[in-house]
């Protein structure tokens, strides 16, 4: 009688463990964030302390308190003039992006520490002029990745444009099904993947990488670059004619930078 108890018991234990083991690979995938990614470029010789307390003690805290916990600005690496500064939000949706506009207009906190930017005078514009882009974020890494803040770090933004939808839709897919293992094996370290579906150079995508400094980033291109995986797949015929162009930019992140 015990025997069959004991048996019974070990049975509905197993099974219970396996119902969870099921559950939990069946779980939900990782909702895919959405980025807003802003480029401003500021006004020929003016100095940038306007826009950066801007984004320091208005923009981003309130950012931060409607959920947006880690708001990227970045400068090109190197001197240029006129100068850039690039400002990356990561929204948990799109329709937290198309909230966020209506709830800073009505975040009293964000109006308060606002006001002196507002106020500057038409002939010392903080920028001349600011793009944005919206993305959605790859199927393969739904979430970004937010570095050591407080290790030394660079980034390479790349932005693959296509000569067709199709084309753009293929390269997105061949990340998602293929490149991306190769990124992390050699560690080309990502940040965010994300498909622009709205903005400038469409039909592109669009990632960012992060690195110690140039030494690793050139080595860990190298290694890419000499990967048996990515030499197979980037002669397949699937994935051929994916990128017409590419633009690449390195960047350094603000003191205040929460990425």
């Known amino acids: 009688m015990k025997r069959r108890q004991f048996v019974s018991a070990s049975?509905?234990?197993?099974?219970?463990?396996?119902?969870?083991?099921?559950?939990?690979?069946?779980?939900?995938?990782?909702?895919?964030?959405?980025?807003?990614?802003?480029?401003?470029?500021?006004?020929?010789?003016?100095?940038?302390?306007?826009?950066?307390?801007?984004?320091?003690?208005?923009?981003?805290?309130?950012?931060?308190?409607?959920?947006?916990k880690t708001v990227g600005v970045f400068r090109e690496v190197g001197?240029?003039?006129?100068?850039k500064i690039y400002v990356l939000i990561p929204f948990a949706s799109m329709d937290?992006?198309?909230?966020?506009?209506?709830?800073?207009?009505?975040?009293?906190?964000?109006?308060?520490a606002s006001q002196n930017y507002n106020?500057?005078?038409?002939?010392?514009?903080?920028?001349?002029?600011?793009?944005?882009?919206?993305?959605?974020?790859?199927?393969?890494?739904?979430?970004?990745?937010?570095?050591?803040?407080?290790?030394?770090?660079?980034?390479?933004?790349?932005t693959y444009e296509s000569y067709s939808e199709d084309a753009a839709r293929r390269k997105v897919l061949m990340f998602n099904k293929d490149e991306m293992p190769v990124f992390y094996k050699v560690k080309l370290n990502p940040v965010f993947f994300g498909q622009v579906v709205a903005g400038e150079h469409m039909p592109c995508l669009t990632y960012m990488l992060t690195f110690k400094d140039m030494a690793e980033r050139d080595a860990n291109w190298a290694a890419f670059s000499a990967d048996p995986d990515w030499k197979r797949m980037s002669s397949s015929s699937e994935y051929a004619n994916t990128v017409s162009n590419?633009?690449?930019?390195?960047?350094?992140?603000s003191p205040y930078s929460q990425v």
């Open 11 to 68: 049975v509905a234990a197993t099974a219970s463990l396996a119902a969870t083991q099921t559950m939990a690979n069946t779980a939900a995938p990782a909702a895919k964030q959405a980025y807003e990614l802003r480029t401003y470029e500021l006004k020929f010789g003016s100095p940038a302390g306007n826009i950066e307390n801007y984004f320091k003690e208005a923009l981003i805290p309130a950012l931060n308190r409607q959920g947006v």
């Open 79 to 83: 001197k240029s003039d006129p100068g």
């Open 119 to 158: 106020a500057l005078a038409p002939d010392k514009p903080p920028y001349t002029r600011y793009s944005t882009s919206l993305l959605s974020a790859f199927d393969v890494l739904p979430q970004m990745i937010v570095p050591d803040t407080k290790a030394s770090r660079i980034f390479e933004l790349r």
């Open 246 to 253: 590419i633009i690449r930019v390195f960047l350094e992140p």
């Open 96 to 112: 937290a992006f198309a909230q966020s506009a209506t709830r800073l207009a009505s975040d009293a906190e964000y109006g308060k």
